[in-house]
């Protein structure tokens, strides 16, 4: 044997070794002794061991996905399998009445075993999802084949051949993504699960953890939600529905289609019968008798505050999991009678003016949100409009200022003038073309004189504007500039009311809540509210407000907002171009803000805060009112004499005296009659 033959061709560092010698110029040993014909033999058996080491490399890295798919999958298996069903956070939210408004997350219910589950459900669910479940081993190759034929024949995907563990596998434990990947964990899961738990344990998995449509996973769940009883106590037609949801339990859930839920159910029957588990005439009574559901709320209105007060719940809990009760602070008379002041507005007159949607909220004196209607549709749009949308508030921002002008030394009964302004370029106009001369501040708030706020805006300062919108609970931007007087930075509707609800309550103001407490399903309680008020203004200063605000309804741009047999005060908002119409105003019982406009910011036809929005508040505190006792509200009455305060630098002496007599006298010049218009007092925009 020469030399060479000891070379084996599987290292190729002498192979590296050999061509390094070559382009040297050192022949080496074997080119000097072998002949050129023998090489041909060699690379043929060099090329077949080459396909076996390939093949050998593949096979290896084959058994190693698996091994990986192995330790990735399995070592979660176990704790998924304890707690699946905790880990998820369900959320049952009642409203101020104890009466279920709703809920989100996982509705689930302790598990039910096998053995207390009537047996003709099991039967049922056997022959519509798995009728040989008891005899394979989590594949079944004959109902593979059913299930193909069954698709081929219709020309669509019309069966599944998955079995019971399979779904199991891929419910509990998998993402419902198509991928080889997946189905490779899915059929090891399957595997694991066949070899861990026994037939009953991987039906009883089954029973209590499938989705069965409406937010409900597992038997029990759904049966107390369709049917208002456990799972041991549905007959053979609430049997029949429930085994029939887990194939597509949107589709079939009897909450959304009931007929096609019965039609369903026939099915399922029939397949009890053709199965040989039951016979015609022991499912005869349930075909003539179908089952009957529980009626749920089907006031979508509400799901904007159910959204709301869920998020609050996981922000207040962020790690809490399992089942919780949820008790909210929504008033359901006062979320009906939000809802159709808001439906009332948009259908009288929505198409005329051009607008599409609105939004309400009303809040008690602690902050309690008690309605909330975030949008005309939930069913068209879950964006809530109450809470998420910011859309100028035009001439509604104005009252931050007057009051941060009270904070500075005016009065309601200080003197300003009406006179023309110009800033930098900026001419602020009014929207009448009125000539109020000089007025008091009482009467410039009343009827939105732009002028005049612009003035009262500049000589209080941007620092103290800026600083009692934030104590107010104005958290968004807000420019450094004057144009935030007439409502150029953008607010929500929730916290703009809630700002507004300082004005009726004494100067406190406590930040909007929709959540009272938490409790889980041991019965402990999680998280209970405590109200935390915060006087931002003085009692003077509030009821000074009050007065102005009462002037707005009585006899400014909110006349419309006026309530009959009890005491209102608010304030008119309309932004550029009639984009948006606001209203917030309070009683003595609540506060309440209307919002209109349209989702793309599109001009509305002239709708106004004083001539849409008013009316929208007025027919919602009406309503929310009813048979309520008038409740006082201080300051909107005259309640003391206040000085005259000068709207101009501080003077002093003889000085100040003659200028406070200048500004309250009348002016002289007169205009021509045809521009008068001493009745027109609307405010701008």
């Known amino acids: 044997m020469s030399e060479d033959d000891e070379i084996d061709p599987h290292y190729p560092m002498r192979a590296q070794m050999r061509r390094a010698q070559g382009q040297r110029g050192q022949p080496s040993d074997a080119e000097d002794r072998e002949p050129v014909r023998e090489r041909a033999p060699r690379k043929r058996r060099s090329g077949f061991a080459r396909a076996l080491t390939a093949a050998s490399f593949g096979v290896t890295a084959l058994i190693a996905g698996f091994i990986a798919i192995v330790f990735i999958t399995l070592p979660d298996l176990q704790r998924a399998l304890d707690t699946a069903q905790t880990d998820a956070l369900s959320i049952t939210l009642v409203d101020a009445n104890g009466n279920e408004l709703g809920m989100r997350g996982h509705r689930t219910a302790p598990t039910v075993p096998l053995g207390e589950m009537p047996p003709y459900l099991i039967m049922a669910l056997l022959a519509t999802e798995d009728r040989r479940f008891y005899e394979h081993n989590g594949f079944d190759p004959r109902g593979i084949a059913r299930a193909m034929w069954a698709n081929v024949k219709s020309f669509g995907f019309v069966e599944g051949g998955s079995t019971i563990t399979q779904q199991v596998a891929k419910n509990l434990y998998l993402d419902h993504s198509r991928t080889i990947w997946r189905k490779a964990q899915e059929a090891l899961i399957t595997m694991w699960l066949e070899n861990n738990l026994t037939k009953d344990e991987i039906l009883t998995l089954y029973l209590n953890r499938i989705y069965m449509g409406a937010g409900n996973y597992g038997m029990d769940a759904a049966a107390r939600y369709y049917f208002g009883k456990s799972v041991r106590d549905v007959s053979l037609a609430e049997a029949a529905i429930l085994a029939g949801l887990p194939k597509a339990p949107s589709r079939f859930s009897p909450s959304n289609d009931l007929e096609r839920a019965r039609a369903r159910a026939n099915q399922v029957l029939d397949r009890l019968v053709d199965a040989g588990s039951l016979r015609e005439k022991d499912v005869a009574g349930a075909r003539e008798n179908p089952a009957e559901v529980l009626t749920h709320s089907k006031e979508a209105g509400r799901e904007y505050f159910i959204d709301w007060a869920a998020e609050e719940v996981r922000r207040l809990l962020p790690g809490v999991t399992g089942r919780v009760t949820v008790h909210t602070t929504l008033d359901p008379r006062r979320q009906t009678a939000a809802e159709k002041a808001v439906e009332k507005a948009l259908a009288d007159t929505g198409a005329e003016k051009h607008v599409s949607q609105g939004a309400l909220v009303a809040l008690g004196p602690d902050g309690s949100v008690r309605a909330m209607v975030g949008g005309r549709s939930y069913v068209e749009s879950q964006f809530n409009r109450a809470t998420q949308a910011e859309r100028q508030p035009g001439s509604a921002f104005k009252p931050i200022v007057y009051l941060a002008a009270l904070k500075a030394g005016y009065t309601p009964d200080s003197p300003v003038t009406d ?27 009343a009827n939105s004189i732009n002028t005049i706020s612009v003035q009262v805006g500049e000589r209080v300062g941007m620092d103290r504007i800026i600083g009692t919108a934030r104590d107010l609970g104005i958290e968004g931007p807000l420019p450094r500039n004057l144009s935030i007087v007439l409502g150029s930075a953008e607010v929500s509707l929730l ?156 003077r002093s002496g003889f000085f100040a005296e003659l200028a406070d007599l200048f500004k309250a006298a009348p002016k002289l010049e007169s205009r021509p009659s045809s521009e008068r218009a001493p009745d027109f007092r609307m405010g701008g925009r």
């Open 419 to 445: 006179e023309p302004v110009s800033m930098g370029g900026w001419t602020p106009q009014n929207a009448s073309s009125r000539d109020w001369g000089t007025v008091n501040l009482s009467t410039a708030l």
């Open 495 to 650: 916290e703009l009311t809630s700002a507004y609800s300082a004005f009726g309550n004494a100067g406190a103001r406590a930040a909007p809540y929709g959540v009272l407490s938490v409790e889980a399903e041991n019965g402990d309680t999680l998280y209970r509210h405590e109200t935390a008020s915060e006087q931002v203004m003085t009692r003077n200063q509030a009821q000074d407000m009050t007065y102005m605000l009462h002037q707005v309804v009585t006899e400014g741009t909110g006349r419309s907002a006026a309530l009959s047999g009890r005491l209102a005060a608010g304030k008119t908002g309309t932004s550029q171009d009639y984009r948006d119409a606001w209203f917030i105003g309070f009683t003595g019982n609540e506060v309440a803000g209307v919002w209109f406009g349209n989702d793309d910011n599109s001009p509305t036809r002239s709708a106004a805060g004083g001539n849409f929005a008013a009316l929208a508040w007025r027919n919602y505190m009406t309503a929310a009112e009813q048979g309520m006792p008038a409740a006082p509200l201080p300051g909107a009455v005259r309640y003391r004499d206040a000085p005259l305060v000068a709207a101009t630098a501080p």
